[in-house]
């Protein structure tokens, strides 16, 4: 039974899925205290941090709303744990995701214990995601599902957590927003990197990676150069420089030489893959793990919104890669630092990094 004694924590960002959440809960009659987290602030390469704005955004919807509201610097955490993290992966030639480590470290960790030392029952964020039970279930509205960027939070933090809108469209969650008159309801969505704003990723490396150009090579040969190989992903087809007839893709990377290799043969093997091993494999629930696991047929996606392809999971190669996911089709330009995730009809299990 939902009181006036439950205080919920809700991650205000300033954006409008946020907005309903806190309306929603305070509907519900939870005692609810938007929340800011203050995670970035730095100006990079002309582009300006919109942290201010941000703030000050969810500060008027907590005005509006008539609830309390705090402000959570978290930006030495941030760096340390997130940003980090991203530039090490690049380093090595990986491709990692700054959203999914953002939601393990900091909003169902350091948030909910922030939240809860300061006396919160509960958190909730606007993420399109449900829970039950402790497991995480994928949201209503398909297209909007988060469940892909949370497979690495803990079933001690889902018991913490309220998602109001995973049973909810988005085109609701705006019509909700527009009938409230929330003073954000008609603000757009935020892009590029996870709290850091419109900055594209190659200028916010170049902040703190030096690079140097090298060759882009196609079967021995050198067709062209690039200007940094961390910049490139496996699969990527646009922004290489290489022109006439058919499109390049690349297939890999020699960090050491600085070399980036490319194809224009869709059909070459190098772009396509029949199992995935894992690195750092995690399940929200203790229960599972690679021997209870072995043998038995999951779903896996390895992007958000990526196409589901069902796969048998077995022993991996090595101790850094536990866990290998047998594949019932081939997936093209698999890369490496992204997350492979696990489903179990509707509900996210867990998952890896790609190896």
Not at 180 to 201: D, H, Q, T, W, Y
Request: include cysteine; charged fraction near 25%; hydrophobic fraction near 35%.
């Amino acid at each position: 039974m939902k009181n006036s004694s439950q205080i919920v924590f809700v991650g205000l960002s300033g954006g409008v899925d946020s907005a309903v959440t806190a309306m929603l809960l305070k509907e519900q009659g939870y005692r609810v205290v938007g929340a800011h987290m203050k995670n970035w602030s730095k100006d990079i390469g002309g582009f300006e941090c919109p942290w201010e704005d941000d703030y000050q955004e969810a500060k008027r919807v907590a005005v509006y709303l008539g609830v309390e509201f705090v402000l959570l610097d978290f930006e030495q955490h941030y760096f340390d744990k997130v940003v980090q993290y991203m530039l090490d992966e690049f380093r090595i030639g990986r491709t990692p995701n700054p959203d999914v480590m953002c939601n393990q470290e900091i909003k169902f960790k350091l948030f909910l214990e922030a939240a809860v030392d300061r006396g919160a029952d509960l958190i909730a964020t606007g993420h399109y995601a449900r829970t039950h039970d402790g497991k995480l279930l994928r949201a209503v509205d398909d297209n909007k599902d988060q469940t892909y960027f949370l497979y690495r939070v803990t079933k001690d933090a889902l018991d913490k957590t309220l998602f109001p809108l995973g049973e909810l469209e988005k085109p609701q969650v705006r019509a909700l927003a527009t009938q409230a008159g929330l003073p954000n309801a008609n603000r757009k969505e935020s892009m590029g990197i996870c709290f850091v704003g419109k900055i594209g990723i190659k200028d916010f490396l170049s902040e703190y990676i030096d690079t140097e150009s090298g060759d882009i090579v196609e079967k021995g040969q050198v067709v062209g150069r690039h200007d940094g190989a961390i910049f490139y992903t496996i699969g990527q087809r646009h922004g290489l420089g290489l022109g006439g007839g058919m499109p390049y893709y690349v297939t890999g990377k020699d960090m050491e030489k600085n070399e980036v290799y490319v194809t224009r043969d869709l059909a070459d093997q190098s772009l396509w893959s029949e199992y995935i091993d894992l690195t750092s494999p995690h399940f929200i629930d203790s229960s599972y793990g690679p021997s209870s696991l072995e043998g038995v047929t999951l779903q896996v996606r390895t992007r958000h919104r990526a196409d589901f392809v069902d796969c048998v999971v077995a022993a991996g190669s090595s101790e850094t890669s536990p866990i290998r996911l047998n594949l019932s089709s081939e997936i093209k330009a698999l890369t490496p630092g992204q997350s492979a995730v696990l489903y179990r009809a509707d509900e996210c299990i867990g998952g890896g990094i790609i190896a």
